[in-house]
């Protein structure tokens, strides 16, 4: 699987490095931070006396006395990070904040630059340690989750290796690629699941068929398998079906602070995630750009979930605010604030589309996608629908309607035997709701079929509301019997000419005859 070479920045016990930063706990003291649930992360001296991860406080505080105790602080941790993004900024260009802590990059032109990815790598961790005095970690690879991976090892995965360095790793390494911590406690949930099922690798996920995958898992399934197999969040495209989408406001008295600057970047963020919205689209990461009275203007990157939610902008937003009015960094803002801007970027459906083997598409088919992602702005998701094929073994179980822009995986494996479907040919049109019709002998009685599939009589005129038709050929009749071990479903098929010129697919379902689809 093509994949973006990335390398990933990582700074192990970010939370607690953040705290240090601000002054609020010494560098050499057994630190713990914590939620409700129990310790988030812990310094390097506490590990030393025992405190781990998912550890109650109760407990950590009894294997180490006197631990330092301090609840989460999102704002602390981003406010913190920032003079460690500018340091590398100076160094490599296009950084991206996956989450504070973590910084993603290009890596093919900074280490030509550089003279290779092992030089990238140190000079990323010189200047943060020669700038901010903090220690971090840098790898490189193909791939997110292997780029992540390999900056927690601190190792340059060889190109094309990406799956392999994945395949033993567990399966739960995959929350590492949230940036959210809800996208966080979903994956959490999806690995346990993955675990009881015995799929405890991500070279064993890897394995699965993407049906099987889809069929079972979701579209967190998917997502997860693409990682684990070696590939991005979203498949990269060559073109952009959707120009980025901005919001700005002038600030009006300027802003100084943060706090000021916060709620004119949340009626910011509503408004973008609205906007979006409307489009049916997501964004793969926000821009957060800022002027100052005297000209200076401030830009930085964040990378984002699929969909994120306004709260997700709102708080990144805020962060970065924070972080460039806070003071810390060394360079802050000349002058305060009165100008502020939002910009999306990757716009995309939920799946992206990409050109044709024999070239880009046609421009009848650029507008009609972009017709169609209007539509569904108006309508909702579920508004426009496209079908694919699938395995099964009537016709309308064989069709499943997918969103526009979601992945066009089937559920039901088609290569799958599938004893005891129809023949072919399949009929070329499904009605939306089936119509109930009567089917007559030659003598006018009903037709029916009885336990050895034998028809009372051979067909001979099919009656509807539009009135009654001569059947001139007709083959079948084909037994259906689908969970007979429960609360099966027991049809006959029946395929019918009329005299108007019409072919139709009839099932016979509890003494009542339904016209399924017709044939051209």
Same mark, same amino acid.
């Given at each position: 699987?093509?994949?973006?070479?990335?390398?990933?920045?990582?700074?192990?016990?970010?939370?607690?490095?953040?705290?240090?930063?601000e002054?609020?706990?010494g560098?050499?003291?057994?630190?713990?931070?914590?939620?409700?649930?129990?310790v988030?992360v812990?310094?390097?001296?506490?590990?030393?006396?025992?405190?781990?991860?998912?550890?109650?406080?109760?407990?950590?505080?009894?294997?180490?006395?006197?631990?330092?105790?301090?609840?989460?602080?999102?704002?602390?941790?981003?406010?913190?990070?920032e003079?460690?993004?500018?340091?590398?900024?100076?160094?490599?260009?296009?950084?991206?904040? #996956?989450?504070?802590?973590?910084?993603?990059?290009?890596?093919?032109?900074?280490?030509?630059?550089?003279g290779?990815?092992?030089?990238?790598?140190?000079?990323?961790v010189g200047?943060?340690?020669?700038?901010?005095?903090?220690?971090c970690?840098?790898?490189?690879?193909?791939?997110?989750?292997?780029?992540?991976?390999?900056?927690? #090892?601190?190792?340059?995965?060889?190109?094309?290796?990406?799956?392999?360095?994945?395949?033993?790793?567990?399966?739960?390494?995959?929350?590492?690629?949230?940036t959210?911590?809800?996208?966080?406690?979903?994956?959490?949930?999806?690995?346990?699941?993955?675990r009881?099922?015995?799929?405890?690798?991500?070279?064993?996920?890897?394995?699965?068929?993407?049906g099987?995958?889809?069929?079972?898992?979701?579209?967190? !399934?998917?997502?997860?398998?693409?990682?684990?197999?070696g590939?991005?969040?979203?498949?990269?495209?060559?073109?952009?079906?959707e120009?980025?989408?901005?919001?700005?406001?002038?600030?009006?008295?300027?802003a100084?602070?943060?706090?000021?600057a916060?709620f004119a970047?949340? #009626?910011?963020?509503?408004?973008?995630?609205?906007?979006?919205?409307?489009? !049916?689209?997501?964004?793969?990461?926000?821009?957060?750009? #800022?002027?100052?009275?005297?000209?200076?203007?401030?830009a930085r990157?964040?990378?984002?979930?699929?969909?994120p939610?306004?709260?997700?902008?709102?708080d990144?937003?805020?962060?970065?605010?924070?972080?460039?009015?806070?003071g810390?960094?060394?360079?802050?803002?000349?002058?305060?604030?009165?100008?502020?801007?939002?910009?999306?970027?990757?716009?995309s459906?939920?799946g992206?589309?990409?050109?044709?083997?024999?070239g880009?598409?046609?421009?009848?088919?650029v507008q009609?996608?972009?017709?169609?992602?209007?539509v569904?702005?108006?309508?909702?998701?579920?508004?426009?629908?496209?079908?694919?094929?699938?395995?099964?073994?009537?016709?309308?179980?064989?069709?499943?309607?997918?969103a526009? !822009?979601?992945?066009?995986?089937?559920?039901?494996?088609?290569?799958?035997?599938?004893?005891?479907?129809?023949?072919?040919?399949?009929?070329?049109?499904?009605?939306?709701?089936?119509?109930?019709?009567?089917?007559?002998?030659?003598?006018?009685a009903?037709?029916?079929?009885?336990?050895?599939?034998?028809?009372?009589?051979?067909?001979?005129?099919?009656?509807?509301?539009?009135?009654?038709?001569?059947?001139?050929?007709?083959?079948?009749?084909?037994?259906?019997?689908?969970?007979?071990?429960?609360?099966?479903?027991?049809?006959?098929?029946l395929q019918?000419?009329?005299?108007?010129?019409?072919?139709?697919?009839?099932a016979?379902?509890?003494?009542?005859?339904?016209?399924?689809?017709?044939?051209?």
């Amino acid at each position: 699987m093509s994949a973006l070479r990335r390398a990933v920045l990582w700074v192990p016990d970010w939370p607690v490095a953040a705290a240090v930063a601000e002054g609020v706990v010494g560098s050499h003291e057994p630190v713990a931070v914590h939620d409700s649930r129990g310790v988030l992360v812990c310094s390097a001296a506490a590990r030393a006396e025992g405190v781990r991860q998912g550890m109650r406080r109760r407990t950590a505080q009894g294997l180490c006395p006197e631990l330092v105790l301090l609840a989460a602080d999102e704002n602390r941790d981003a406010r913190a990070f920032e003079p460690l993004v500018q340091a590398v900024e100076d160094v490599v260009a296009g950084v991206e904040v #996956a989450r504070p802590g973590v910084l993603l990059m290009a890596a093919r032109g900074p280490a030509r630059h550089a003279g290779g990815e092992d030089a990238l790598a140190e000079l990323l961790v010189g200047a943060v340690a020669e700038d901010t005095g903090a220690e971090c970690q840098v790898g490189v690879a193909d791939g997110l989750l292997a780029a992540l991976l390999a900056s927690r #090892a601190g190792i340059v995965v060889p190109p094309g290796q990406g799956p392999a360095f994945l395949a033993p790793q567990d399966v739960r390494r995959l929350e590492l690629a949230a940036t959210t911590r809800e996208r966080r406690a979903e994956l959490g949930e999806l690995t346990d699941l993955l675990r009881r099922l015995g799929l405890r690798t991500l070279g064993a996920l890897a394995a699965l068929a993407p049906g099987d995958v889809a069929a079972r898992f979701g579209t967190l !399934g998917l997502l997860a398998h693409r990682l684990a197999r070696g590939g991005d969040v979203s498949v990269p495209a060559p073109r952009r079906p959707e120009q980025d989408v901005t919001v700005r406001t002038d600030l009006d008295p300027p802003a100084a602070r943060s706090d000021v600057a916060a709620f004119a970047a949340r #009626a910011l963020a509503e408004e973008l995630a609205e906007r979006l919205q409307r489009r !049916g689209v997501v964004c793969g990461r926000v821009q957060v750009l #800022a002027r100052t009275e005297d000209g200076t203007e401030l830009a930085r990157t964040w990378r984002l979930d699929v969909a994120p939610s306004p709260a997700d902008l709102t708080d990144r937003v805020r962060w970065q605010l924070d972080g460039w009015l806070s003071g810390r960094s060394a360079r802050p803002p000349s002058a305060p604030l009165v100008h502020l801007e939002l910009l999306a970027q990757e716009i995309s459906p939920a799946g992206v589309v990409s050109d044709g083997l024999w070239g880009r598409r046609g421009r009848g088919e650029v507008q009609a996608e972009r017709a169609a992602l209007r539509v569904q702005g108006l309508l909702g998701a579920e508004g426009v629908l496209v079908p694919v094929l699938q395995g099964g073994r009537d016709p309308r179980t064989r069709v499943r309607l997918v969103a526009w !822009g979601d992945d066009p995986v089937p559920v039901l494996r088609p290569d799958a035997p599938w004893p005891g479907r129809l023949p072919d040919p399949a009929p070329a049109t499904l009605l939306d709701e089936r119509r109930a019709v009567v089917v007559l002998d030659a003598a006018g009685a009903p037709v029916t079929v009885d336990g050895r599939v034998r028809l009372s009589g051979e067909p001979a005129r099919v009656v509807d509301d539009d009135g009654s038709r001569e059947v001139v050929g007709w083959a079948g009749p084909w037994p259906m019997w689908e969970r007979w071990w429960g609360k099966g479903r027991r049809r006959a098929w029946l395929q019918v000419a009329l005299s108007d010129g019409v072919a139709q697919l009839l099932a016979l379902e509890s003494g009542q005859w339904w016209v399924e689809g017709l044939y051209d």
